[in-house]
Structures are given as structure tokens and as C-alpha cells.
């Protein structure tokens, strides 16, 4: 059995003695514990804008994994990280046409790191690596590790959504993004929909089909193409939601509700979210059902992110003045609607928190997966369930659609409805929902997940993902 190389924007570094951080890199870690195996990918520091490129990646060595870190000069960072990624992938990927912010300079930052990384990968190869890249800060690395004359089994997953052809023909590289895409043996999405309009584009543009046995052609190469929908540690999350009525902030957060209902909403702060369109949804409830003013308290914990994009500095102003505005117009001397939190919170607390929430609101205007959703679902009192609120356009609607209540968020006088109908839903139908999700999230997690694509990334032979069924 080969080894396993996982590429990733990111690696979490090891700090001796205690575990990642995070189910997904719980997993990985795992999965290359038990066969060895090289973790690659920037190392979160970050050298002057004048230093040359890192001519060896520094090597860390934890049981039988390898951590392969590669420091990133200012300006390389810039333009690949902060500029290419997430100023143009990010928002046009997520249908963000509107953001989208194209520049050359940016484009070759990320094609000039995508090389540095093959080519200091390269030779810390064995023949017989599966190499598994991860999203996409890292497209174009499978066709960069085959310019260096790399044969072994290559796999790609993408985290975020993969839009429909008219959406990603906005990008004006596109043609080069999906080349980037054909080099991979296994490309897997996160839902049969982001496979949907990948089969689209390179039908439309002329590039490929699909081939009888469920293989897709791409420029040339028979590939593996399905989708992968990654799960969260369900059972691990499940046992710190039961442990963390003694957390102390959960403690303090259910004293000071009083008795009142708990909606609860946990996003980095991201315009894919749809935060700014809940809060006015919430607005929208208080003001149509009186009856809850009072009853009901909605936390949103959403620490800040990408702050050097400034398309997220603008965002923040936007949900922090209507946030306050929605509390000066509604609030009463002894209650506040919205309590907004700019703030992390530890893993278990998070899990006790899910399981004092009648309704976790999770309502993205897109979303690749969501794992708050699953999250949520994972921590709830299986005798008194809360009610998953769920966006359509989050992945995961495609697997939790058997028990939540989907909504469309840009439909915010829906969305308002839809919350007084979780909030007022009886326990049996709690009950019932909330088992069919917990099924599906228990029967398949971040484990069986990874199991899933490394399967199908050994095994040349296979050519239906065995997760297909969605
Ligand atoms: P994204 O990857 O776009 O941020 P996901 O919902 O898929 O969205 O994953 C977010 C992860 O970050 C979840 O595991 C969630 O628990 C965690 N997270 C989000 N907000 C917070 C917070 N305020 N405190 C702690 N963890 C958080």
C-alpha cells in the first residue's frame, strides 16, 4: 500500500502532544497515521516580500507523518492566497459574479506558487503516493506535478461549489482551470449538482463527455468524476453536545436565557453566508409574529475572516449596523433579539450551545457543504431535537433535505415563515426529522468520507463512487 500525500493551502501544524484541530484534518491525519504518509502545503508564515522562494520545504516529523512546510514571501501570498483565491475563485465559484476581481498579476502569483509547491513536492514522491490536492488554492498542482513527469494516481477534491458553465466561463482562464482539472485521476465535488454543471461545461465548451461507464474524457484523459459529500466527526461531535452541560459558558449562555427559545446562527463572517439577509429575516418574524418578541433570543457567533480582502471589511459594517439597528428598533429594557458575537468558541462549548438552540439557522446564499448543518444536527437531545433551518443552497441541503426545513434565503418574508414554523413545530415531528438526518450523518462521516475518495483513488478499476446515492 502506497503512501498518502495530502496538498492542501494550509497545513494545520502539528504541535506535539495534541491533536489537529477539526474533523477534516482529524481524518486526513488519520488516514496517513495508518499508511505514512507527507502532509504539504504553505506553513501560515510568511517572509518578507523581497526574500527569495524557499528553495526546501522545512520537514516535521510526527509518527508516520510527515509535515511538509513551505513559508510564502508577502507579495507570493498576495497575489495567490488573497488575490486569485479568494478574490476571484472564492466569490465566482460561490456565484459571486459581482465580486469577482480578475487580475493578471494576481492569476500568475497563483500559477508561480502553484509551481513552487511541485516543484518542492516533486521529489519527496515515492512511485507508488496516492497524492490527494485539496481545493481550490491548489487547481492547477495535478498538471504541474505531471509536467515534472509524475505518473502516480493523483486525486483532487473541491470544498466549494463548482458553478454552472455560464457563471464559470466568467472567469477569463477557465479553459486553463478545467486543463488544470483533466491532470487528476479522481476530481471529486461535494454534490451531484456541482457534477451536474461540471458535465455541463465540458460538454458546452467542447472539451469532453461522459463515457458509458460513468468516467468522464476531459481533454483527452479517462477520469473519475462524482461527488464526495464530506462529513463532520459525528460521533465524536454527538459525545462533546452530551458532555457540555457542564461547560461553563454553556452554563452562563442557558441561565441567561431565562427560558426563552434559543435560535442559533454559526458562520465565519463570509457574504456567502446570507448573514446580513437572516438577520433582516429575523427582523421580518419579530415583526409578523408578535408573539415571540420577548421569547426568543438569536445568537450569531461569527468570528471575522479574511480581513485583509476588502470585500469582507465591508460586509462586516454592513451586518454590525444591521444587527444594532435591528436591536435599537426592537429591543426592550430586559431583552435583546440579537445577541452578535465576534468570536470563536471551543469545539465542545460550540456543541453544548447547538444543543441548547431550538432552531440552528444555517441559510448560505451558497455554500460548497456547510458542516455547521451537520454539526448542529450531531449535537441535539435525541427526546427534545431542535430544527435544523436550512438553506437550498448549501451542499448539504442534498443529504439533510429528508428532515430539515429548507428555505431560500434570498426569500426573506419565507425564510421569516419558515422560522416561526421550527419554532412552533410539535416534538413528534421534531422527533421524526431530526432521526432521518442524525441517520444519514451517523452512516456517513468524515471517516467513511475519506474512505470513500481514497477508494476510488486506488482503485483505477472502479469507476462509480460508492457514495454516489445522494
Ligand atoms: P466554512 O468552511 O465556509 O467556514 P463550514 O460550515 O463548512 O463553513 O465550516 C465551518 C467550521 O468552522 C465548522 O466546523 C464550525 O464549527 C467552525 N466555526 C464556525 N464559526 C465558529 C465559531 N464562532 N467558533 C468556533 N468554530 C466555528
Not at 461553563?248 to 427559545?261: A, D, F, N, T
Not at 458562520?267 to 409578523?288: H, M, N, P, V
Not at 465542545?348 to 450551545?353: E, F, I, P
Amino acid at each position: 500500500m502506497g503512501r498518502l500525500v495530502v496538498v492542501s493551502n494550509r497545513v494545520p501544524t502539528p504541535t506535539p502532544g495534541t491533536p489537529p484541530a477539526g474533523g477534516l484534518a482529524v481524518a486526513l491525519a488519520g488516514a496517513m497515521q495508518e499508511r505514512g504518509g507527507i502532509w504539504f502545503g504553505w506553513s501560515g508564515r510568511t517572509l518578507p516580500a523581497t526574500s527569495a522562494a524557499q528553495e526546501e520545504p522545512e520537514m516535521v516529523e510526527q509518527g508516520r507523518v510527515t509535515y511538509a512546510l513551505v513559508d510564502l514571501t508577502e507579495r507570493d501570498l498576495n497575489d495567490y492566497y488573497a488575490g486569485f483565491s479568494n478574490r476571484m475563485l472564492w466569490p465566482l465559484l460561490h456565484y459571486r459574479m459581482d465580486l469577482a476581481d480578475f487580475t493578471r498579476v494576481a492569476l500568475a502569483g497563483y500559477y508561480r506558487v502553484n509551481q513552487l509547491f511541485a516543484r518542492l513536492l516533486a521529489p519527496k514522491v515515492e512511485p507508488d503516493d496516492l497524492i490527494w490536492v485539496h481545493d481550490y488554492h491548489l487547481i492547477p498542482m495535478g498538471g504541474e506535478l505531471r509536467a515534472k513527469g509524475l505518473t502516480n494516481r493523483l486525486g483532487f477534491f473541491l470544498h466549494i461549489p463548482f458553478p454552472p458553465p455560464d457563471i464559470l466561463t466568467v472567469l477569463p482562464n477557465h479553459a486553463d482551470i478545467v486543463r488544470g482539472l483533466a491532470a487528476y485521476d479522481v476530481v471529486g465535488f461535494q454534490t451531484p449538482s456541482d457534477v451536474e454543471n461540471f458535465e455541463t461545461y465540458i460538454r458546452r465548451e467542447k472539451v469532453g463527455h461522459r463515457l458509458s461507464d460513468g468516467r468522464f474524457v476531459v481533454h483527452g484523459r479517462a477520469i473519475k468524476v462524482g461527488a464526495y459529500p464530506v462529513g463532520i466527526e459525528t460521533k465524536a461531535f454527538t459525545e462533546a453536545a452530551e458532555h457540555a452541560a457542564k461547560n461553563p459558558l454553556v452554563k452562563r449562555m442557558k441561565e441567561s436565557l431565562l427560558g426563552r427559545q434559543l435560535i442559533i446562527g454559526v458562520d465565519r463572517l463570509d457574504y456567502s453566508k446570507g448573514i446580513a439577509e437572516r438577520i433582516q429575516a429575523y427582523e421580518t418574524f419579530l415583526t409578523l409574529d408578535e408573539e415571540w418578541r420577548g421569547r426568543c433570543t438569536y445568537l450569531q457567533v461569527t468570528p471575522k475572516s479574511r480581513e485583509d480582502v476588502p470585500e469582507y471589511a465591508a460586509m462586516e459594517r454592513e451586518v454590525a449596523e444591521l444587527a444594532g439597528r435591528v436591536n435599537g428598533a426592537h429591543s426592550d429594557l430586559d431583552w435583546t433579539p440579537i445577541r452578535y458575537v465576534n468570536r470563536t468558541v471551543g469545539r465542545n462549548a460550540l456543541a453544548g450551545l447547538y444543543r441548547l438552540a431550538r432552531v440552528g439557522l444555517v441559510t448560505p446564499l451558497r455554500d460548497g457543504m456547510n458542516l455547521v448543518a451537520k454539526e448542529y444536527v450531531a449535537a441535539q437531545d435525541p427526546a427534545d431535537p431542535g430544527v435544523l433551518l436550512l438553506s437550498r443552497f448549501a451542499g448539504a441541503a442534498h443529504e439533510l433535505d429528508i428532515g430539515a426545513l429548507l428555505t431560500n434565503p434570498y426569500d426573506v418574508d419565507g425564510t421569516a415563515g419558515a422560522l416561526a414554523r421550527a419554532l412552533e413545530m410539535p416534538l413528534d415531528e421534531r422527533v421524526d426529522r431530526w432521526r432521518r438526518m442524525y441517520d444519514r450523518i451517523s452512516k456517513f462521516d468524515v471517516t467513511d468520507w475519506r474512505k470513500a475518495f481514497i477508494g476510488a483513488l486506488e482503485e483505477p478499476e472502479r469507476t462509480t463512487p460508492k457514495i454516489a446515492a445522494v
